[in-house]
């Protein structure tokens, strides 16, 4: 029997097909993967089964044996034992852990008491079966990214196992997880489909999808495209299923000449960070990386005023700057650029048009003779952002209806066109997709070879490996490792990362 | 904006659907409407031009009020101490001029030096201290209405030089300049915020403060300017509130904060639907006036008014959470 049925499902935006005729089936016991780029499906497919979209047309829709009408109404997909963990997580971080873990689902009739004691008991047994030692009265806001994400995961696992069958769908959880997190996860996947339920993995990291799952289901412009079995699947074969033509996996290559130094962190100290000091080129891209919480997210923040170092220095082309006193405004005038990790929050404004959020740091170019030449920004936004591969390529588009891949491409462009001398990027690749990635790292190689400094910090170990010609490995806050250009592999610097972390 | 809808144009399927000129549009037909309803049930009183000149005229304070309180607002700040400011600065202005003699421009220079204060005030507790605006300025302008009993000993101070009824009263084609200062405010205001670099920057501000302050815009001034705009403004109105009127009450301000914000959210639904802007402002301010003018002609006085901007403040909170909506669900 299958956990999850759904069959020739469509669905068209306006007059572009986002679904045509997609059958999906998971198998009970199964853990299933759903992959294709940005824009290929696969989160319309998921809003409708979460009842968020209307289908205009399907064939057959049933759960764990229960046929059930599609468009869903609001609890049906809970009800008939659909469980979710969106990227967003769903958490509520003012309310302590216990709360948001059993908000809705108090064991207690609507105005009844409820028996905090018990729940207490029951929620402690759940996280600890997930491995998770938080404690319940810490509010979400306290806990690392990490563990919030387990939190919500943990806590959709469990209402799915609470079902006599049903699926548990996964929508990129392990974009903001690093790769102990990412184990812990699996664990926990593996869990409940031993249980007999169906589990949906949805994922750009390819590795992860062929480590994990049973089977892969491949969407293109809407369309499914092949439904594989994973033992026996090559990554290429599946790049080429999602991308429909064979691409080299490789991007921009790196081994410019380097000029001399160009950015120096000297003695940072902060958040996370401890008496840190290192040097990056002209022309050098320098990765930086660690577990999570290991210091090495900190460091573009700290350097360009974005978190209050406490002591230190930063020098970029000879000028010195105080690093407890850099405000952005001032890094941004010395030449700095940072494309921050958190998108719609810390990089672009999602209600706001592309045009607007583009040109905001070059606005002063536009404004002449006393008006602000709005034209004369749409027209060039657009060009900025045609040479980015931005799709579609609309300015006056709300920066937030376009995929995670083209806002960070656009986000780019608009740093990009100040010229910096130091561009600072934090997980860039994060929740975007194959094409976009190579996209991105092309330009940010284009600029170093024209003479800027770049940092990446990231635990995308892949994206490091191809992209850097050099990589500092943190630990508690300071740096252990250097790989050079010629020894870097995404092996090297997981062993790396991980050999470190354990402590002496 | 009309180089935005050309540009799209170009590359898509042109012109703005017939739904979203109903949205920009639609409450300056209803105000035609009712407009026209209270022309026929009441064509002696209402359908005069006497009428449209004293709901044109008086009603200048309340727009001029209301721009001003835009800018915080853009901003993601409240300023609930503008009406209590206003008329704060109305019994300032008449006290030290009409009570004491203090020469006008001086009275007036120092009322308006009281409103910057007043904005620094806030600033400081907001921007600096970090308290929510809601708070701060509730208080504040708790105790800018206190202070304005006591220095007018709790009476309507009527001794307003005359100059400053002529300043505020003159009948220029038979309306008052109260009501040129509002619309010169509000090409002010429009200019600024849809024309220059510093109208994107204020709502960047309000829509992502994160986003601009790594974008390098100076977030903390502009957040401190928004308040100090506002208390100005606000003292401006008083000035001209003690001039429309020829008195000083000190309880006025108690009336105008509801049909200030209620005129500021109203007027956020139409002509750029969506953000605070001048035009839009321009048209809920005489929108709301023309409905409650209609009633009170009607015989409904008194309990009229509140009931009015009350349920229009509600009503156009809640019709612009159904605009945001539609427009991300249609995505």
């Known amino acids: 029997m299958d956990a999850l049925y759904v069959s020739d499902l469509s669905k068209a935006f306006g007059g572009a097909k986002a679904l045509s005729d997609v059958t999906v089936s998971v198998k009970a016991g199964e853990i299933h993967g759903l992959v294709g780029r940005n824009g290929s499906g696969k989160s319309t497919l998921i809003k409708i089964l979460s009842g968020y979209h209307a289908p205009d047309s399907w064939g057959a829709f049933q759960v764990a044996g229960k046929v059930a009408e599609l468009p869903l109404t609001p609890g049906q997909p809970a009800s008939l034992g659909l469980s979710f963990v969106h990227q967003d997580l769903g958490l509520l971080s003012t309310l302590s852990v216990l709360e948001n873990f059993r908000v809705g689902r108090y064991k207690a009739a609507s105005l009844g008491r409820i028996k905090w004691r018990n729940e207490r008991r029951h929620v402690t047994r759940v996280l600890d079966s997930f491995g998770l030692h938080v404690s319940l009265d810490d509010t979400i806001g306290q806990l690392a990214p990490v563990d919030r994400a387990l939190v919500a995961i943990a806590r959709a696992l469990s209402d799915a196992s609470e079902h006599e069958g049903g699926t548990l769908i996964l929508d990129e959880p392990t974009s903001f997880l690093p790769r102990d997190g990412v184990e812990k996860l699996f664990s926990g996947m593996r869990r409940v489909a031993a249980e007999g339920l169906g589990v949906v993995f949805v994922s750009h990291r390819l590795e992860e999808i062929l480590s994990i799952t049973d089977r892969v289901t491949v969407l293109r412009d809407g369309r499914n495209v092949g439904t594989v079995d994973t033992p026996g699947l090559e990554e290429d074969d599946l790049i080429e299923m999602i991308l429909g033509e064979r691409v080299e996996q490789s991007y921009a290559s790196s081994g410019g000449t380097l000029g001399g130094v160009k950015l120096s962190i000297s003695h940072l100290s902060g958040p996370g960070i401890h008496d840190l000091s290192f040097d990056v080129r002209e022309g050098e891209i320098l990765g930086l990386t660690g577990l999570a919480g290991m210091g090495h997210e900190a460091v573009v923040y700290l350097a360009f005023g974005a978190q209050r170092a406490s002591e230190g220095s930063v020098t970029l082309e000879g000028r010195e700057m105080a690093a407890r006193s850099i405000e952005p405004r001032a890094a941004i005038e010395a030449g700095f650029a940072l494309l921050p990790g958190d998108r719609l929050h810390s990089s672009g404004v999602g209600s706001l048009p592309v045009s607007y959020n583009v040109s905001l740091p070059v606005l002063g170019r536009y404004f002449r003779g006393g008006w602000l030449r709005e034209r004369v920004e749409i027209g060039e936004v657009e060009a900025l952002i045609r040479g980015l591969d931005v799709r579609p390529p609309d300015p006056t588009r709300i920066l937030g209806s376009l995929s995670g891949g083209n806002q960070q491409k656009a986000l780019l462009g608009k740093w990009l066109q100040t010229r910096p001398k130091a561009l600072l990027l934090d997980e860039p690749s994060q929740g975007v997709d194959v094409a976009a990635r190579k996209e991105i790292f092309s330009q940010v190689r284009a600029l170093a070879t024209e003479g800027a400094a770049v940092v990446i910090s990231s635990t995308d170990w892949e994206d490091l490996a191809h992209v850097c010609d050099r990589v500092l490995i943190f630990r508690y806050g300071r740096i252990v490792a250097e790989v050079g250009s010629d020894s870097i592999s995404e092996e090297k610097l997981i062993e790396l990362c991980y050999s470190t972390a354990t402590r002496e | ?331």
Not at chain 2, 211 to 218: E, K, M, R, V, Y
Not at chain 2, 268 to 285: H, L, S
Request: aromatic share 10%.
């Open chain 2, 1 to 331: 904006m009309a180089a935005v809808a050309e540009s799209s144009a170009r590359s898509k399927p042109p012109r703005p659907s017939f739904g979203v000129y109903v949205e920009r549009y639609g409450i300056i037909a209803i105000w035609a409407l009712i407009a026209i309803i209270f022309s026929l049930l009441r064509p002696q009183s209402f359908a005069t031009l006497t009428n449209l000149k004293t709901i044109l005229g008086t009603q200048a304070v309340l727009l001029v009020l209301t721009l001003g309180l835009l800018v915080p607002l853009t901003v993601g700040e409240f300023d609930l101490s503008v009406a209590s400011m206003m008329s704060f600065a109305a019994i300032v202005v008449a006290e030290l001029s009409g009570v004491h003699h203090l020469n006008l421009i001086l009275s007036i220079l120092v009322t308006l030096a009281i409103g910057v204060g007043v904005g620094l005030l806030n600033a400081f507790v907001v921007v600096r201290l970090g308290v929510s605006s809601f708070i701060t300025t509730l208080g504040v302008g708790t105790l800018l209405g206190g202070l304005s009993y006591g220095i007018s000993g709790s009476v309507t101070i009527g001794a307003v030089p005359s100059v400053l009824l002529t300043f505020a009263s003159k009948l220029i084609f038979g309306l008052p300049l109260a009501f040129y200062y509002g619309v010169l405010l509000c090409f002010a205001v429009w200019y600024v915020f849809q024309h220059t670099p510093l109208g994107r920057h204020l709502v960047f501000v309000g829509e992502g403060r994160e986003i601009a302050q790594l974008s390098g815009l100076p977030v903390r001034r502009i957040r401190t300017g928004s308040l100090i705009v506002s208390a100005l403004v606000a003292s401006f109105a008083g000035l001209l509130q003690a001039g429309v009127v020829g008195a000083a009450d000190p309880g006025a301000g108690t009336s105008f904060l509801l049909p200030a914000f209620a005129a500021a959210f109203l007027g956020a639904t139409a002509i750029r639907p969506g953000r605070f802007n001048a035009w839009g402002t321009f048209v809920a301010v005489y929108f709301l006036v023309t409905g409650i003018t209609g009633l009170e002609l009607l015989g409904y006085t008194g309990w009229v008014q509140d009931v009015f901007y009350g349920g229009a403040l509600v009503i156009a909170v809640a019709l612009g959470r159904v605009v945001a909506n539609s427009r991300v669900k249609s995505r």
